[in-house]
């Protein structure tokens, strides 16, 4: 089994090693016909979105999981354009495809950088929807996280239960999101072919039972580096240690 690693979309899955790409090509501002944001599923019940970068330079990706019960949206976006009508059609075909009505939705971020949450406005007016606040306390206590972040949580769409994982350091209230149906890792701004702020050991220690390549050579080599971390290129990642950022002096 091989993790592979989306380049700027924080997505992992573990699939084998000549299985076929997982997507078609995906926008990247170089087509003049490029559509703002575009849709590509990983199974029936599993679709991810792009934003086009011509919206907004972050061309953030989201995710939209449903099962029987409720369906999740992760992240709405960076803004400059409208996300809601493009993920209420994907929800509306899907209930199509179901002879359902409709599903209720909760809206949540893999954290509250701001190009992960501008859509949330238009979901805060949407019927049957909860949209999840952006603050550690928020999240905690929506997706019942008593020991945050220590705590790994269960949170079940109806038939496909998703283990939320925090991860706080690239953001105070950032998680990961495991799916064991498709073995997806939603790893948010944790974990991806760039510049890493990760808590290697709290996710190595809740995967090490799968063959996470990537999540495990992170570990060694930051184990390996101790109290004295320097930059260290690998194929699928750098780690670019950053000097802490000074506490705001007191106004006079």
Request: with cysteine.
């Amino acid at each position: 089994m091989k993790l592979i690693a989306l380049f700027a979309c924080a997505l992992l899955v573990a699939t084998p090693a000549a299985a076929r790409p997982l997507f078609a090509p995906w926008i990247d501002g170089t087509a003049s016909s490029e559509p703002e944001m575009q849709v590509q599923s990983l199974d029936a019940d599993t679709f991810v979105i792009r934003q086009s970068v011509k919206t907004n330079f972050e061309a953030p990706f989201l995710y939209l999981l449903f099962g029987k019960d409720r369906a999740l949206l992760l992240d709405t976006g960076a803004g400059g354009l409208k996300v809601r009508p493009t993920v209420d059609k994907v929800i509306a075909d899907w209930c199509a495809a179901h002879r359902r009505a409709s599903i209720p939705l909760v809206v949540a971020h893999s954290h509250g950088h701001g190009d992960h949450h501008m859509g949330d406005a238009e979901f805060q007016v949407r019927p049957d929807t909860v949209v999840v606040g952006l603050k550690p306390e928020d999240v905690a206590a929506f997706f019942g996280i008593a020991d945050w972040p220590n705590q790994v949580a269960t949170f079940d769409l109806g038939g496909r239960a998703l283990e939320i994982i925090p991860t706080p350091s690239h953001h105070p209230s950032h998680i990961m999101v495991f799916d064991p149906r498709t073995r997806a890792l939603l790893s948010g701004d944790s974990l991806y072919p760039g510049r890493l702020y990760v808590p290697a050991d709290q996710i190595g220690a809740f995967r090490l039972e799968l063959p996470y390549a990537d999540l495990m050579e992170l570990q060694a080599a930051l184990h390996a580096m101790g109290d004295t971390a320097h930059r260290e290129v690998h194929p699928d990642f750098i780690v670019f240690p950053t000097p802490p950022r000074s506490a705001p002096k007191p106004a006079v």
